[in-house]
């Protein structure tokens, strides 16, 4: 086989309460991918989209991920990337974290299937380091391996796919721009170790829910004391978004990532349209281009097609 | 009905990766403890153990739970609790907890279960804040509810049960003494970001690999950055412990609460017994005196008899 397309879905990451560690898949958006073959060594990078990205495989997060995959599998030839986006990058919802996965997913069924699963997001996870100057896997492991996602460890890598019932997201996307890097350096390099308890409990409250389908506990687990009360002021009308989505049934929810977008979960596709509505309700007004998207919690990460 | 009786198991708290938050029932040692009606609106303790504990209300740790279940319910009559206690003080296996979650769980029922468990879990840690001088519930909530409980938030009070699989614990407790409100003032008071997510990330796989009965993921989330390091060097041999115990086949463990005691989980009774074997003979050559326990997680909390 020396070619492979496939579509690699956006994700949503840290969720509230699981900074750096928890995240989803998205049933959409997604790219679509197409690798193939070629006989150098490298990597070569086409873009049938208008968002401008770097060509050269160094400066790409497909790049990257595919020449670190072609070292650690010292191979004699490389391949081709054809890549039509769908995630906006920097909108906050894995943009990076789908190409690169969607990349090294593709390649590997050209090796038939050399690699595991984690080495793939091991790959991924250097796309990850060149968007963001962090190495963190919390919209890779979700992007390849679907569903609900926790990274319980980097160093080693160590990811949990989670239990999780029928779930449904409500992504707005506004469109100005924050930068992964800056988001992260807002944040405090120590934290108050009784907050930091707190999110312990939260999170683990919030694993116990998806287990439980405990959709209560869900939305009370989904606080967060650390990072959102520093970044939501990246986020015009944040706290009314999230005020008329709960209004209207929103199980609960806050920043995507590092933002901008911002996600609310509902268990229905109804719950899902009507905080669609009321999102776009809140941002109407605003002057600010957004973008909405609903779309049930995909169990199916990379999908060959 | 105006005499209950019950017994209040033993618990273990932080439970590696949930420090001030996770925490699990043993099936023994437990406290017997009787709890009748009396006239006056106060509180009287008898003991009919060794552990030469106060007797005035105000300053034992049954007597101030149920001082504060008195006012909260603005009774016109009283209880006096007789308590023979087979949990050590000081043990670090959560006898503070028995005291108080035993004599509210009796006195409620005296009242015709006026309170919910919640309730009697809010009037227990007045009892722990005796003990401790501080407010916490990861005993508290293990020894009422049963199995293993995460306590998501102390303010407002929300315990959740966690689902678990058949599991056993061993339990050494070496008989030197800490005192709680030491080994509280040890840790510090700010943690770096990146080790609070690390223990998130341990948290979260904790609870899912409960959920999924996964025991080698079990073992791979019982590690902590920020208690254990510390807390350790109060105890005696706790690296051998540990060492010995994971090489004829612990799941993981490490300090019980605040120590001195010391756990380790095992997926079956003989491994439990293996486990003890192995704790004994690290301490046997030290000279401190020492009790082993091997016990069935158990799923009941306080029972009535």
Redesign the interface.
Same mark, same amino acid.
């Given at each position: 086989m020396n070619e492979v397309s496939v579509l690699a879905p956006a994700s949503v990451s840290n969720v509230v309460c699981?900074?750096?560690?928890?995240g989803f898949a998205l049933a959409e958006p997604f790219d679509e991918m197409t690798v193939r073959k070629i006989e150098e060594p490298t990597v070569r990078i086409v873009h049938h989209d208008g968002f401008d990205l770097p060509l050269e495989p160094e400066k790409n997060v497909a790049g990257v991920a595919l020449l670190s995959m072609i070292r650690a599998a010292n191979l004699d030839f490389g391949f081709e990337v054809e890549m039509t986006k769908h995630i906006k990058p920097g909108s906050g919802i894995g943009s990076s974290a789908a190409s690169a996965c969607g990349a090294v997913v593709a390649a590997n069924r050209i090796l038939g299937e050399r690699f595991s699963k984690l080495d793939l997001a091991a790959f991924a996870m250097e796309g990850e380091f060149l968007a963001s100057g962090a190495r963190h896997a919390d919209n890779v492991a979700p992007c390849l391996f679907g569903g609900f996602t926790?990274? *319980? /460890?980097i160093e080693p890598l160590?990811i949990?796919s989670?239990?999780f019932p029928r779930l449904y997201a409500t992504v707005i996307h506004p469109q100005i721009e924050i930068k992964t890097a800056e988001a992260r350096a807002m944040?405090?390099?120590?934290?108050?170790?009784k907050d930091?308890?707190?999110?312990?409990?939260?999170?683990?409250?919030?694993?116990?829910?998806l287990?439980?389908c405990d959709y209560e506990?869900l939305g *009370? /687990?989904m606080t967060d004391l650390?990072v959102e009360p520093v970044r939501k002021a990246l986020i015009p009308r944040f706290d009314e978004l999230k005020a008329a989505s709960i209004s209207v049934g929103a199980i609960g929810g806050g920043i995507s990532g590092s933002g901008p977008s911002v996600f609310m979960l509902s268990r229905s596709p109804e719950g899902a349209s009507k905080i669609a509505d009321a999102m776009q309700e809140v941002y109407a007004p605003t002057g600010i281009d957004f973008k909405v998207y609903s779309s049930e919690i995909s169990t199916d990460g990379v999908t060959i097609i």
């Open positions: 699981g900074y750096d560690c928890l926790l990274v *319980r /460890s160590d949990v989670l239990e944040l405090p390099k120590e934290v108050l170790l930091a308890v707190r999110q312990w409990g939260n999170l683990g409250a919030f694993v116990a829910a287990a439980k506990l *009370r /687990s650390i």
